[in-house]
């Protein structure tokens, strides 16, 4: 057990509906990262935020959107779904900055239908 | 941003050989390389990392090189057995962001 919660598990949903994604971080960790996995494919990076704050970004779609709220945990939140965007959703949390160890969350499968 | 160029995408070894995956970055600023196993159906997870200010590194069978003049970074796998079979993740990263590799698929033949 990594330590990083991830919920739902599961999850599946009819096109153009929206969806959340819901992060908790390891204890004492500040940073979160969001990463899409799709069937066979590698983890391209999403977003990052750093203590609430958004710190990086990566070819996130505009549909798509994600918080940290004050309590550390990490919302992704997935909106008008696309058959396409069925994929493993990871997130991971690292202490500091992308210098550390990042521990990465079981995912959630997310499956458009 | 940072690119990070991983080969091959597929290796098959012999149980007992030696397995090697190389990986390429695009920002000469980055200063932390990690590789990530990921087994089927599970959560990455780190087998070891690097860091700029260190050309090599080792942990029993695993060993990390790193080359910052030409930009690359290798692993390498000796006496492989059959629980190394996985996907292998390298990843590069600079300040906040970490940037994966497209992964290799480990095959260790009985």
């Known amino acids: 057990d990594s330590g990083v919660t991830q919920t739902p598990k599961h999850l599946i949903t009819a096109t153009g509906q929206r969806v959340t994604l819901r992060c908790s971080p390891r204890?004492?960790?500040?940073?979160v990262y969001w990463y899409q996995q799709s069937l066979d494919q590698g983890l391209q990076f999403l977003i990052q935020?750093?203590?609430?704050?958004?710190?990086a970004k990566g070819n996130i779609l505009e549909r798509f959107s994600a918080q940290q709220f004050p309590d550390l945990h990490s919302e992704l939140n997935l909106s008008s779904l696309e058959l396409g965007d069925s994929a493993l959703y990871f997130c991971?949390?690292?202490?500091?900055?992308?210098?550390?160890?990042?521990?990465f969350g079981q995912g959630t499968r997310l499956t458009v239908v | 941003g940072e690119n990070v160029e991983q080969h091959p995408s597929t290796l098959s070894v012999q149980e007992g050989d030696s397995a090697v995956i190389k990986c390429t970055y695009s920002?000469?600023?980055?200063?932390?390389f990690p590789w990530y196993k990921q087994e089927l159906g599970k959560r990455p997870q780190l087998i070891i990392d690097?860091?700029?200010?260190?050309g090599e590194k080792k942990d029993q069978r695993i060993a990390v090189t790193l080359n910052k003049t030409a930009k690359h970074f290798s692993l390498h796998i000796t006496e492989t057995q059959p629980e190394d079979s996985a996907v292998y993740f390298c990843?590069?990263?600079?300040?906040?962001?970490?940037?994966f590799g497209a992964g290799t698929t480990v095959t260790v033949r009985a």
């Open positions: 690097i860091r700029s200010n260190v």
């Open positions: 935020y750093y203590n609430g704050e958004e710190r």
């Open positions: 204890s004492g960790d500040l940073s």
């Open positions: 990843a590069a990263s600079r300040d906040y962001k970490l940037s």
């Open positions: 920002d000469s600023a980055s200063n932390y």
């Open positions: 991971a949390s690292s202490v500091v900055g992308g210098d550390t160890e990042a521990f």
